[in-house]
């Protein structure tokens, strides 16, 4: 378990489930939808087709069109038709996703003793729709757009130290997904924290499974703030 902080210069953080409640952004978004073509789904459900189509995306293509194909794939999974508009519903409702009540809070209180970073799979474009929502400034913004590649490749970390030009056992990487994000930190060398969103809830959600080792498990962001902030710096 991590105890002591003071060795950490840059905390990164991915963005969307761990700052972002994506979660909620997507089912607010399907399920007026499926209601619409009287299909009955469970949010669940909804989360585990996004995390299967969202991790099948193949070889690199902008955000925005990983949204509109997973959107259309889901469709097809449930054999509901859509037109070329209404495949565009996920990627429409993206500026709509909001932060966790934590979040901005925490942010705050991390920015005291740490600079931030973003390590985000999503284009430039969209992340702007969401960087005033986050109340601070954050030192570095790496997205897959960037990179022209998505996380869990190490190429999306390997992109990050280029910028962030200090040694690995001064990051920490903070995030809610073990597929796209403590798994491959810890394997590129970075300790991880992992925000357990969805702690007391059955499934993965919108992220798939994956076998990780934390190095700190928290339910929420204020807890590794405020932790933080009851340690010595």
């Avoid at 190429?155 to 073990?178: E, M, R, T």
Wanted: aromatic share 12%.
């Amino acid at each position: 378990m991590l105890e002591n902080f003071s060795n950490f210069r840059i905390l990164s953080f991915d963005c969307y489930g761990t700052l972002i409640d994506w979660e909620k952004g997507i089912i607010d978004a399907m399920v007026p939808f499926f209601l619409s073509r009287n299909v009955r789904i469970t949010d669940e459900t909804i989360l585990e087709l996004f995390a299967k189509f969202e991790s099948e995306s193949g070889n690199y293509i902008e955000y925005k069109e990983v949204l509109k194909r997973v959107f259309k794939n889901i469709c097809e999974s449930l054999s509901i038709r859509c037109d070329d508009k209404e495949q565009s519903l996920l990627l429409e409702s993206f500026e709509h996703w909001e932060p966790f009540p934590d979040t901005v809070e925490a942010l705050n209180l991390l920015k005291k003793h740490f600079k931030l970073a973003i390590i985000s799979n999503v284009d430039d474009d969209l992340f702007e729709m969401t960087r005033q929502k986050l109340g601070v400034n954050f030192d570095y913004i790496i997205t897959a757009q960037q990179v022209k590649s998505y996380k869990p490749s190490p190429d999306v970390f390997k992109y990050a130290f280029k910028k962030f030009c200090i040694s690995k056992d001064q990051v920490l990487h903070i995030a809610q997904s073990l597929y796209h994000d403590i798994k491959p930190a810890k394997d590129f060398g970075l300790s991880t924290v992992w925000v357990n969103r969805r702690m007391g809830r059955k499934g993965n959600g919108a992220t798939p499974f994956a076998d990780a080792s934390p190095d700190l498990e928290v339910p929420d962001l204020i807890t590794l703030a405020q932790l933080i902030e009851n340690t010595a710096m």
